[in-house]
């Protein structure tokens, strides 16, 4: 089955730099069509889509938050790495990555149909 | 960026209550929307994709409808387990995604 899960520091100080790991099982990054993004959620607030890896190594983000993030992808080891520089106390959230389809793959394309439980950033000096 | 708003923000309604939900593209999404469900602590789950279509293991009580920039979600006799905030998402300007605000469905 389709499993993901996030990884990371709990805990970062302001202006320090986040890593976060997302590794999954139950499919392939290199299949045509397959996809990872993260998503973020302040506390209390709503959801937040930050940057998408696609099966062909392309990548996207935010319009409001490119300047800081950057994805990629490890396929051998199932896992998709987000991080994000310069980082504020407003950027405290749950961190979520979830699997994708790319439009025309089959009806639920566009969807994030499998996510991890996501992880809680607080940033605090 | 397409933005995506919903109405209302939160509802109060009591079991056995049918329950709908607005979603508006700021431009033209044709049916890629989706909705989700979330329960606090826990991860959005997919409802409803390609603005219609059952996500498997959904109950039939929840529906959607809609195209273009006009979307429902409706919940045809809220279940205790209903309780929740829904999110919109829309998938037309894929891979640049978007998320409505929310709606927070309570208990009346």
């Known amino acids: 089955q389709v499993t993901l899960r996030e990884s990371g520091p709990a805990l970062v100080k302001p202006t320090q730099t986040l890593t976060l790991t997302c590794t999954f099982s139950g499919f392939s990054l290199s299949t045509s069509g397959m996809c990872v993004s993260w998503i973020r959620q302040p506390p209390g607030k709503a959801l937040e889509w930050l940057a998408l890896?696609?099966?062909?190594?392309?990548?996207y983000y935010s319009t409001s938050l490119k300047t800081r993030l950057t994805i990629s992808k490890d396929t051998s080891k199932n896992q998709v790495v987000l991080t994000m520089t310069n980082m504020d106390p407003v950027d405290t959230a749950t961190y979520y990555c979830?699997?994708?389809?790319?439009?025309?793959?089959?009806?639920?394309?566009?969807?994030?149909?499998?996510w991890g439980q996501g992880t809680l950033v607080t940033v605090s000096s | 960026d397409i933005q995506m708003t919903q109405s209302p923000s939160s509802v109060s309604a009591s079991v056995g209550d049918r329950v709908t939900i607005t979603c508006r593209a700021s431009q033209g999404i044709s049916s890629w929307l989706a909705w989700y469900q979330q329960k606090p602590g826990k991860a959005p789950k997919l409802l409803i994709y390609?603005?219609?279509s059952l996500q498997s293991g959904v109950p039939s009580r929840f529906s959607g409808s809609g195209s273009g920039t006009d979307f429902t979600l409706t919940i045809s006799s809220l279940q205790p387990e209903d309780f929740a905030t829904y999110y919109c998402?829309?998938?037309?300007?894929?891979?640049?995604?978007?998320f409505g605000q929310g709606t927070r469905l309570e208990i009346k």
């Open positions: 390609a603005a219609s």
């Open positions: 890896i696609d099966w062909d190594d392309d990548k």
């Open positions: 998402q829309q998938a037309n300007s894929f891979p640049l995604i978007t």
């Open positions: 979830a699997r994708i389809r790319a439009l025309g793959v089959d009806d639920s394309s566009g969807t994030f149909d499998y």
